[in-house]
């Protein structure tokens, strides 16, 4: 072997370990962070529910409706020593989403890129921003999660257009705060663009507010039947990205029940 192709062989080694030592830090890495989420979800205290217990069928699902609260207390004083920016917990049954939720006060994209345990990287947190109020009052409240590729943090939502079954077994969603536990009804599931009217944030209820519930139920690619929605409704807009800078994927969910945590 010639002295130039003994020098490009040795290169192309070097480059070849080198790249699997970045993949093989870069697994461990997203390892370590999933951790994190599992370790959270023990500081819950889950109890098996009736839906877990047997096969979903119509009398289950009248069942799942009539719902008081899924029995997953969270330790709130305990996730906010750890990171006082946990303000609440969001749980989809049925799906892997069941994270706590976060916001910055001095940088709203920082939990874009950075975990609950203020690591810089992915899979990020489920976060908004500061424009929203961190007890659920405003007319919208938008969550931002990553597409994870393998499905945790916001990677199930689109789930919900490509099989309509996703819907029908996961109508509801549940967000727990430190005061009250909210539950909210699935009435829409779409793609839509990164500036579109889907993101407006309302100072209250009002004319504006009716339109735009009337659009974002129009918008849905699936079969939802919300029923009438007024000024009085409070929503919850899950969003996520598509892997088209342009656009995004959210699942928009009306406030149907409250009652004080325990």
């Not at 916001?103 to 929203?132: A, F, R």
């Not at 007319?139 to 499905?151: D, S």
């Not at 892997?243 to 995004?248: D, F, S, V, Y």
Request: aromatic share 12%; charged share 30%; glycine share 6%.
């Amino acid at each position: 072997m010639s002295t130039g192709r003994k020098v490009l062989f040795c290169l192309f080694a070097i480059l070849f370990v080198g790249a699997l030592t970045y993949g093989g830090l870069y697994i461990h890495s997203q390892r370590e962070r999933e951790k994190v989420y599992q370790d959270m979800e023990t500081e819950k205290d889950p109890v098996e529910t009736e839906e877990e217990k047997v096969q979903m069928t119509e009398t289950e699902d009248i069942a799942q409706e009539e719902t008081v609260k899924p029995d997953i207390p969270v330790d709130f004083e305990k996730l906010q020593k750890e990171n006082p920016d946990i303000y609440a917990w969001i749980t989809i049954p049925d799906t892997e989403i069941d994270y706590p939720v976060l916001q910055s006060e001095s940088d709203d994209t920082y939990y874009l890129n950075h975990t609950v345990e203020k690591k810089k990287g992915l899979p990020g947190s489920i976060y908004s921003e500061s424009q929203n109020r961190k007890d659920f009052s405003d007319p919208n409240t938008v969550l931002y999660g990553h597409n994870m590729k393998n499905g945790s943090m916001f990677g199930h939502l689109k789930k919900f257009a490509e099989d309509q079954n996703v819907y029908n077994k996961s109508k509801y969603f549940w967000i727990l705060t430190p005061d009250k536990n909210y539950r909210y009804e699935i009435i829409s599931a779409y793609t839509t663009g990164v500036d579109s009217d889907t993101y407006t944030l309302f100072k209250g209820p009002g004319e504006e507010f009716q339109r735009y519930l009337e659009t974002i139920k129009g918008y849905s690619e699936i079969s939802t039947d919300p029923g009438e929605l007024t000024i009085k409704d409070k929503i919850v807009t899950l969003s996520t990205c598509t892997g088209n800078e342009a656009t995004r994927f959210v699942v928009q969910g009306r406030r149907i029940s409250s009652e004080d945590a325990y």
